[in-house]
């Protein structure tokens, strides 16, 4: 409980402090400096989550430009703009900051997938590329109807599908998933929704049976859910939550004796800040992840010597969270992002890339592990490829489990389900152009 308290007096303090700032970190473009628009929510019902992403995502680009120099010379600005992770306030950054840096906001990274859905067709309209790691639409990986989305890294439904891969593995193999009962305890939301298509596929092909049962956001109360659950007896539990719907769900799953370690969490509902509060009713939680936590990897270790040494503050209020699930998450889309602005220079200059050329080095991404190796961040992030028609590039997740103090990966990197996932990608984009009015891109043709 005490620790339970001085996390978020900790939150707390650092909000006084950000509302008084205004737009925390904030580092202004000038002339020939690479700008990042950053859609923040410091404010609201994740605010711990966000604060530890952001900080990890502003870490790195802060790192790049007091090691470094930037990229290629080439110094890195950003600006903040708050959502309170609200649809309507994300769409009101996404025009406010679209035209801000020289020649305009060369990319738009929202984090929150009701803003990526509402958005699509203004950064079609306005050429500017979306990137949604983790989050947003997912057969907006079909760079032929989507070419202004990069859905980079894993999606939700090969995440998805990956988790249903474990739980296959768990029980001996997946032809032993035949007769089980699985529980889709979901956020109702767009995000929350995302998996269902997906899962009911699998339910088929496998011959389990999936119940989907929806938790009206933010998610506090959850006790009619749970005594459901109670009485289906489901064999698993998928948590697909966001914010305090997570340690509210274990708390409720420790109440009505539903044991923790058959609940598999999504990546959002994978940081310290989701199980922390939740106490032991978190111990033997397991989630999927993008991205391990810890400080052990060259990259965070790099940020702590440039950024936080010699008493020197970086970005986070509190230095022990850098290294956390979501902190390292945040530097994984810096990284992406990053990588993206320095392919482009490759092939345009070494200056600041425009948005057409930074869709054009999302495209074109080609991290390998060597390129991670020397990035520092091996382990840390897999390798991606993306090409025309494929904005993911990579597709596979880890698996992870609170031990009371920490999360162990307890798995190697786990892929999804590619063969059953891409026909439906495409099938759902196909319908998407319909509905749109759009003409697929002839991939053959592009470069």
């Given at each position: 409980?005490?620790c339970?308290?001085?996390?978020f007096?900790q939150?707390?303090?650092w909000?006084?402090?950000a509302?008084?700032l205004g737009?925390v970190?904030?580092?202004?473009?000038?002339?020939?400096?690479?700008?990042?628009?950053?859609?923040?929510?410091?404010?609201g019902?994740?605010?711990?989550?966000?604060?530890?992403?952001?900080?990890?995502?502003?870490?790195?680009?802060?790192?790049l430009?007091?090691?470094d120099?930037?990229?290629?010379?080439?110094?890195?600005a950003?600006e903040?703009?708050?959502?309170?992770?609200?649809?309507?306030?994300?769409?009101?950054?996404?025009e406010?900051l679209?035209?801000?840096?020289?020649?305009?906001?060369?990319?738009?990274l929202?984090?929150?997938?009701?803003?990526i859905?509402?958005?699509?067709e203004?950064?079609?309209?306005d050429?500017?590329p979306?990137?949604s790691i983790g989050t947003?639409?997912?057969?907006?990986?079909?760079?032929?109807?989507?070419?202004y989305i990069?859905?980079?890294?894993?999606?939700y439904?090969?995440?998805?599908?990956?988790?249903i891969?474990?739980i296959?593995?768990?029980?001996?193999g997946?032809?032993?998933?035949?007769?089980?009962?699985i529980v889709?305890?979901?956020?109702?939301?767009?995000?929350?929704?995302?998996?269902?298509?997906?899962?009911?596929?699998?339910?088929?092909?496998?011959g389990?049976?999936?119940?989907h049962?929806?938790v009206?956001?933010?998610?506090?109360?959850?006790?009619?859910?749970?005594?459901?659950?109670?009485?289906?007896?489901?064999?698993?539990?998928?948590l697909r939550?966001?914010?305090i719907m997570?340690?509210?769900a274990?708390?409720?799953?420790?109440?009505?004796?539903?044991?923790?370690d058959r609940i598999?969490g999504?990546?959002?509902?994978?940081s310290e800040e989701?199980?922390i509060p939740?106490?032991?009713?978190?111990?033997g939680?397991?989630?999927?992840?993008?991205?391990?936590s810890g400080?052990?990897?060259p990259?965070?270790?790099?940020?702590?010597t440039?950024?936080?040494?010699?008493g020197?503050?970086?970005?986070m209020e509190?230095?022990?969270?850098?290294g956390?699930?979501v902190?390292?998450?945040?530097v994984?889309?810096?990284?992406?992002?990053?990588?993206?602005?320095?392919t482009?220079?490759e092939?345009?200059?070494?200056?600041?890339?425009?948005?057409?050329?930074v869709r054009?080095?999302?495209?074109?991404?080609n991290?390998?592990?060597?390129?991670?190796?020397?990035l520092?961040?091996?382990g840390?992030?897999?390798?991606?490829?993306t090409?025309?028609s494929?904005?993911?590039?990579?597709?596979?997740?880890k698996?992870?489990?609170w031990?009371?103090?920490?999360?162990?990966?307890?798995s190697d990197?786990?892929?999804g389900?590619?063969?059953?996932?891409?026909?439906?990608?495409e099938?759902?984009?196909?319908k998407?152009a319909?509905e749109?009015g759009?003409?697929?891109r002839?991939?053959s043709?592009e470069?």
């Amino acid at each position: 409980m005490n620790c339970f308290r001085g996390f978020f007096g900790q939150v707390i303090r650092w909000l006084v402090t950000a509302v008084s700032l205004g737009a925390v970190g904030t580092v202004y473009a000038q002339a020939n400096e690479q700008y990042f628009p950053i859609v923040a929510f410091r404010t609201g019902p994740v605010v711990a989550l966000s604060t530890s992403l952001l900080g990890g995502f502003i870490d790195y680009l802060d790192l790049l430009n007091k090691r470094d120099g930037g990229i290629n010379g080439v110094k890195l600005a950003w600006e903040e703009c708050e959502t309170e992770y609200k649809v309507d306030r994300g769409i009101e950054c996404y025009e406010r900051l679209k035209n801000k840096g020289p020649g305009g906001a060369p990319l738009f990274l929202p984090v929150i997938t009701g803003i990526i859905y509402t958005a699509i067709e203004r950064s079609r309209a306005d050429k500017i590329p979306i990137v949604s790691i983790g989050t947003g639409r997912t057969d907006s990986a079909d760079g032929r109807v989507f070419p202004y989305i990069f859905a980079l890294a894993t999606h939700y439904w090969n995440g998805s599908t990956a988790k249903i891969r474990f739980i296959g593995q768990r029980e001996g193999g997946m032809d032993k998933l035949k007769g089980k009962k699985i529980v889709n305890l979901y956020h109702g939301s767009a995000y929350g929704k995302e998996t269902i298509p997906v899962l009911d596929a699998q339910a088929k092909k496998y011959g389990f049976e999936i119940v989907h049962i929806e938790v009206t956001p933010p998610g506090a109360e959850q006790q009619s859910q749970w005594l459901q659950i109670r009485r289906l007896n489901p064999d698993w539990v998928i948590l697909r939550s966001a914010g305090i719907m997570t340690p509210a769900a274990l708390k409720s799953a420790q109440r009505v004796g539903y044991p923790v370690d058959r609940i598999i969490g999504v990546w959002w509902a994978g940081s310290e800040e989701d199980v922390i509060p939740a106490g032991d009713a978190a111990k033997g939680f397991i989630t999927n992840t993008i991205n391990p936590s810890g400080q052990d990897f060259p990259v965070i270790r790099e940020i702590l010597t440039h950024l936080y040494g010699g008493g020197k503050r970086g970005n986070m209020e509190d230095p022990k969270r850098v290294g956390s699930s979501v902190y390292n998450a945040g530097v994984l889309h810096a990284i992406l992002t990053t990588e993206a602005v320095r392919t482009a220079q490759e092939k345009f200059g070494k200056k600041a890339m425009d948005r057409e050329q930074v869709r054009w080095g999302l495209e074109h991404l080609n991290i390998d592990e060597a390129r991670l190796k020397k990035l520092g961040a091996g382990g840390l992030l897999q390798p991606v490829k993306t090409s025309c028609s494929n904005h993911e590039g990579g597709g596979a997740v880890k698996f992870q489990q609170w031990d009371g103090q920490k999360w162990v990966v307890i798995s190697d990197w786990v892929p999804g389900d590619e063969a059953m996932v891409r026909p439906m990608i495409e099938e759902s984009a196909a319908k998407y152009a319909k509905e749109k009015g759009i003409a697929p891109r002839d991939c053959s043709k592009e470069s």
